[in-house]
């Protein structure tokens, strides 16, 4: 059974800095492209990052550029979102997933979600 589990989500003040994590399982980690997505309330689900199964290639929203970093650890199966200098309008519930290629991209397998909020 895979298994896409997430922690790091919280309450943080505009400015400040959180990381999230997505541990998973069932699946063999290092072959599939790791993703990031968030629904901020109201509004439709939207692309964060990704980065490829070699670590080689990142892609980011224009919207995170230069605030917000994807990283990943083959080893321990987990993918990171290291998320700094957070904005009210990152406020969102936040998602990982796993496709097995760069092009086109697939998300077979989602995260439970965790929730972010960045008061002003």
């Known amino acids: 059974q895979v298994q896409l589990v997430e922690s790091g989500g919280g309450s943080v003040q505009a400015g400040g800095s959180l990381r999230l994590s997505c541990a998973v399982s069932g699946l063999s980690f290092s072959t599939y492209v790791m993703g990031w997505f968030r629904q901020p309330p109201g509004k439709a689900r939207e692309f964060v990052a990704r980065r490829s199964i070699g670590a080689f290639r990142t892609e980011y929203a224009d919207s995170v550029k230069g605030r917000f970093t994807i990283s990943r650890d083959n080893a321990k199966n987990t993918v990171y979102l290291q998320m700094n200098s957070l904005k009210p309008e990152d406020t969102a519930d936040y998602y990982c997933?796993?496709?097995?290629?760069?092009?086109?991209?697939?998300?077979?397998?989602w995260s439970q979600g965790t929730q972010v909020t960045v008061s002003s």
């Open positions: 997933a796993a496709s097995r290629t760069w092009t086109p991209s697939n998300y077979q397998y």
